[in-house]
């Protein structure tokens, strides 16, 4: 049985190539949105694991940041893990993110790819969904 | 004397040091080689088409985002300018363009994560611009020899 994935993130070429990633383990069914709102009409497909990126509005200026989707994910699908991304090194983001609900906060640099991998992988084995 | 100091002035032109934006040293590249893309080719395992694919949406979103961050610098919205270098980082790495230009887009982001100006900003700006059309000038090649 395959698991759902959330990908939530406007940057084509980094979320294109991290849903080529995710794609090759065949446990997981990953889902690509580019704001958040298209995401979350698409809660009834109850993600395991909701990646995000902390900046959501590049293309879409009213668009939700990544903190706010996070905070309605969570609210309505209280057991799903996010994983917050951003390429941002203060200390701030990663401590809002993890304080409104985020489990893990990755770097979005030449290492991402694998460790959300091997998050998502750890996920599944803790909740016995491998 | 004069003759000296002539001498000592053209030699010194002569001398081509890399300029500097901030404390960041820039240009450490040869000529004509702007971009590695062996990284991308490990995380597509060789596949050809994928790695079009890639570098078409490279070439698609660089000069998107460039403009964005040009405009928006002239208008000083930070934000915008933050968030859309924001987006541009993950693409110096995936397309193996020199850690210089990262690590400018990142003192880019310091600087304007503080909401007001500094003389280095458009400075940066103007650099990130000219690394960024050199690559895709470059990937517009790499991209023809790829099946």
């Known amino acids: ?130 | 004397m004069k003759r000296i100091l002539n001498f000592l002035f053209m030699e010194s032109k002569k001398v081509k040091t890399a300029p500097v934006v901030g404390n960041i040293q820039t240009w450490p590249l040869e000529k004509g080689k702007y971009t590695d893309l062996s990284y991308l080719r490990k995380q597509t395992k060789g596949n050809q088409e994928l790695m079009k694919k890639m570098i078409m949406l490279y070439l698609k979103q660089t000069p998107e985002l460039l403009n964005t961050i040009k405009e928006s610098t002239e208008e000083k919205d930070w934000v915008t300018v933050n968030t859309a270098v924001h987006k541009m980082i993950p693409s110096f790495w995936m397309m193996g363009i020199d850690p210089v230009f990262e690590k400018m887009a990142k003192t880019l982001q310091e600087h304007t994560s503080k909401n007001e100006f500094t003389e280095e900003i458009p400075k940066l700006v103007f650099k990130l611009e000219e690394g960024c059309l050199l690559a895709c000038k470059e990937l517009e090649v790499t991209i023809t020899s790829l099946g």
């Open chain 1, 1 to 130: 049985m395959t698991r759902n994935v959330f990908i939530v993130d406007d940057d084509e070429m980094f979320s294109g190539m991290l849903m080529e990633y995710l794609s090759r383990n065949k446990l997981l069914k990953v889902y690509l949105y580019s704001t958040g709102e298209q995401a979350l009409n698409e809660i009834s497909k109850e993600p395991v694991v909701a990646i995000l990126d902390y900046h959501l509005n590049t293309n879409v200026k009213s668009a939700a940041n990544g903190l706010d989707i996070l905070k309605e994910l969570k609210k309505n699908l209280p057991k799903v893990h996010a994983i917050m991304l951003s390429s941002q090194t203060k200390y701030g983001v990663a401590a809002n993110s993890i304080l409104e609900g985020a489990e893990q906060y990755v770097m979005k640099d030449e290492t991402a790819f694998e460790k959300i991998h091997d998050i998502i992988v750890e996920i599944l084995e803790e909740q016995g969904l491998n």
